[in-house]
């Protein structure tokens, strides 16, 4: 599947984030004392567990039709430049902030939309982001644009239908116009 390959990327880009090496798949830190090798175990053991579930986000998400720029090229084509926002971070009424795929700015308000693929690593988390913002005095509009509608199962499906609108990505323009 790739994740051998995909982990050490991962995990070399996070080891320089963290200021730790990594080498053969592997995250270590030398000269460390004996006083402080406690917390340079909890340390290396918390960026390999990191390292771990961003490569399996991304074996989850790997496989699907769409991704992220396609939607917001997508909603650059049926809104315009100027109302299309990449990639926007809101803070969540848990002061939380998320990150939306896009955001669009239409007829007074604002709606952010969110590429959800059908696997648990996609679908709990975009529940979890529409929901925090959903209780915000001034929430924006939410839009679940589903990458393989097929895909998705009646359980999940109903899940996100919860928290936000749910348009499937190769749904007609009208019908994005309408979700915002």
């Known amino acids: 599947m790739g994740a051998s390959s995909m982990y050490a990327r ?6 320089t984030d963290l200021g730790m090496q990594f080498s053969d798949n ?3 830190e030398i000269g460390v004392s ?3 090798l406690v917390i340079a175990v ?3 053991a918390n960026a390999s567990k990191q390292a771990l579930d961003q490569t399996a986000l991304k074996i989850g998400d790997q496989d699907y039709r769409f991704d992220d720029d396609e939607l917001i090229d997508r909603l650059v084509s049926i809104f315009g430049e100027p109302k299309v926002q990449r990639k926007p971070e809101l803070l969540g009424a848990s002061n939380r902030c998320w990150r939306f795929a ?3 700015d239409a007829q007074g308000h604002k709606t952010v939309f969110d590429l959800v693929k ?3 690593q996609s679908i709990m988390p975009a529940v979890a982001k529409f929901r925090d913002i959903s209780d915000l005095n001034d ?3 939410r839009v679940a644009v589903l990458s393989d509608r097929k895909a998705f199962d009646a359980a999940d499906y109903n899940l996100l239908s919860r928290s936000a609108k749910i348009i499937d990505f190769v749904a007609k323009d ?3 116009r309408r979700a915002a």
Not at 10 to 15: D, K, P, T, V
């Open 174 to 176: 009208d019908i994005y």
């Open 10 to 15: 991962i995990g070399s880009r996070l080891a």
């Open 42 to 44: 909890i340390a290396i």
């Open 139 to 141: 929430a924006p509009q």
């Open 34 to 36: 004996r006083d402080q």
């Open 118 to 120: 059908p696997s648990f």
């Open 102 to 104: 896009a955001s669009v």
């Open 26 to 28: 592997c995250f270590y």
